[in-house]
């Protein structure tokens, strides 16, 4: 990495950012150290554009290939991400690989096999109120020579709140922007999730504000596999019904992508390589520029002149950005992508085909003598490669998981001393079950778990006007384990 020191102003920004510590100020000018594995992050953050990288081989550097950036890493010094050493010319791994042995005292104990299951669910048991009442139902069982107790009940969540995904690459909304339902906030639209879209509803703060009873309603009918329809502010209307395909705007949504522009080269480049001089696949998170991309050299795809429009991140991957055009960018024409045809290296009548990562809209322009495009009829080989591509995409469908806090006065119904509870579940010792479904717990304090509605029996959801949402919750454990924490011994009944 060089500097052009008259117009470093000495801000600091690439110091902050250089994964390397390779970088210091020295009366006010940034003064680069043979750390730098020449990964491009002061680059990218430097405002006065004072750094540039200069193709040519750095002196007994090895070039990394295990990632995009490509870091020339020198004799004992480390890449960027400081998983690989350069030692005698060889990259090693910094940290030897590991058997299961040896972490297994990390990861935790499994859970006994006595205790995977609930004796019965919770669904239908009702709730005992107050909480400090033991639980409507505790049964206790022999499992596999254990004996074993379940405690069910079904308990008002007020601290509860639904997470849907919604397969699209289709733009639906800014990043952070509340999600309306009859005119009331019930959530916020929140990260992208590779090829979903994630919608956060509901939680205590919406749930006890003067939407709630509402949210409740809605959390619970979602839950429960029925339709809703929302607006995200400044973006779609879009319908919503777990284990079916999204209608944005008043349209289905069939496919999601297969991934973003990066990762559909991986996946197709040697196809894409025999049907097109050079491919362009529109994504909004990265688009892809095959014949830059590693997977496009790997295949031997030539250099085609081509530049895009899009900031680059790395080879042969550009940044996208978001509007209603293809793979869900501003790109409305998708010739308007290519910025320029470099006719030194292009050749006339080069092949361009462009695509969306899903496939489902795709044209081949053909280079014209002076760097003009123009589009032409797909060949027959060229369809069957987008084809091939829409063929491996998935389906398009929504799903979520419920999210609920039962570390409350719920406990008490559970045992006496809930502290004890709170620790059995996280110590694996006591298993939490919605509906029989298994959950994934929260580390941390309290007990906050989440769950798959489809691995929940349709209807098992409901609500009450406190508001909260009221889902059935299992406890199993073995009886030892119960009597340990202040189980409600004199309401144990026999199962079955
Ligand atoms: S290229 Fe990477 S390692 Fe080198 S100075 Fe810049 S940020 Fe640091
Ligand atoms: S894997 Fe690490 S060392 Fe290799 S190129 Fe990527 S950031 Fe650099």
């Known amino acids: 990495m060089q500097i052009i020191i008259e117009k470093c102003k000495g801000c600091g920004a690439c110091v902050l950012d250089c994964p390397q510590d390779a970088i210091r100020l020295v009366k006010r000018k940034a003064v680069i150290g043979p750390a730098c594995s020449e990964c491009g992050a002061c680059l990218k953050v430097c405002p006065e554009e004072a750094l540039f990288s200069e193709d040519a081989p750095v002196p007994g550097a090895v070039t990394c290939e295990a990632c995009p950036i490509q870091c020339r890493i020198k004799e004992g010094y480390t890449g960027a991400c400081q998983r690989f050493m350069n030692r005698g010319g060889t990259l090693e ?6 058997t299961y042995e040896e972490v297994k005292h990390l990861t935790g104990p499994d859970w006994k096999p006595a205790i995977r299951q609930p004796l019965i669910t919770g669904i ?28 069910v009940t079904e308990a008002p969540l007020s601290y509860s709140g639904i997470k849907l995904k919604i397969d699209t690459d289709v733009t639906i909304g800014k990043e952070g922007a509340p999600v309306f339902f009859r005119r009331k906030q019930v959530g916020h639209l929140t990260t992208e999730e590779y090829g979903s879209k994630i919608l956060s ?6 749930l006890t504000g003067d939407g709630g009873l509402s949210l409740a309603r809605l959390i619970s009918d979602i839950a429960n596999r029925k339709r809703a329809k929302l607006r995200i502010d400044h973006g779609s209307r879009i319908e919503v019904q777990v284990g079916h395909r999204p209608v944005i705007d008043g349209k289905i949504d069939d496919v999601m992508r297969v991934g973003c522009g990066s ?11 025999e049907v097109a001089d050079e491919v362009i696949v529109l994504d909004s998170h990265l688009t892809g520029l095959m014949s830059e991309h590693s997977s496009g050299l790997y295949v031997g795809a030539r250099p085609s002149g081509v530049r895009l429009r899009f900031k680059q991140s790395t080879p042969g991957r550009y940044f996208g950005d978001h509007g209603k055009g293809w793979g869900g960018t501003s790109i409305i024409e998708p010739r308007d992508v290519i910025e320029s045809v470099d006719m030194n290296v292009a050749r006339a009548g080069m092949k361009i085909l462009i695509t969306e990562t899903t496939g489902r809209k795709a044209v081949m322009m053909k280079v014209g003598k002076r760097g003009d495009l123009k589009e032409i009829p797909m060949p027959s080989d060229a369809s069957r490669a987008v084809a ?10 929504v799903s979520a998981v419920y999210c609920g806090g039962s570390g409350g006065s719920a406990r008490a119904g559970v045992a006496r001393y809930p502290i004890k509870l709170t620790r059995a579940v996280h110590a694996m010792k006591a298993r939490l079950t919605i509906g029989g479904a298994p959950t ?16 929940v029996m349709q209807g098992a959801f409901t609500w009450v006007p406190t508001p909260a949402t009221v889902c059935p919750i299992e406890y199993t454990m073995t009886l030892e384990d119960y009597l340990e924490m202040g189980g409600h011994e004199e309401a144990i009944k026999p199962f079955g």
Do not use: W
Not at 93 to 98: D, E, H, P
Not at 263 to 273: D, E, K, R
């Open 440 to 455: 994934f717990v929260l580390p941390g304090g309290g007990i906050n778990f989440m769950v798959d509605v489809e691995k």
């Open 124 to 151: 239908g048991a009702g709730t005992t109120y107050p909480d400090c009442k033991p639980a409507p139902h505790i049964v206790q069982s022999k499992v596999d020579g254990v004996d074993v107790v379940t405690v």
């Open 201 to 206: 509803l509901g939680g205590v703060n919406l």
């Open 93 to 98: 791994r910094t940290i030897a690989l590991k």
């Open 263 to 273: 990762a559909t080269l991986g996946l197709f480049a040697g196809l894409f390589n």
């Open 388 to 397: 091939d591509l829409a063929d491996t995409c998935q389906e398009s469908r």
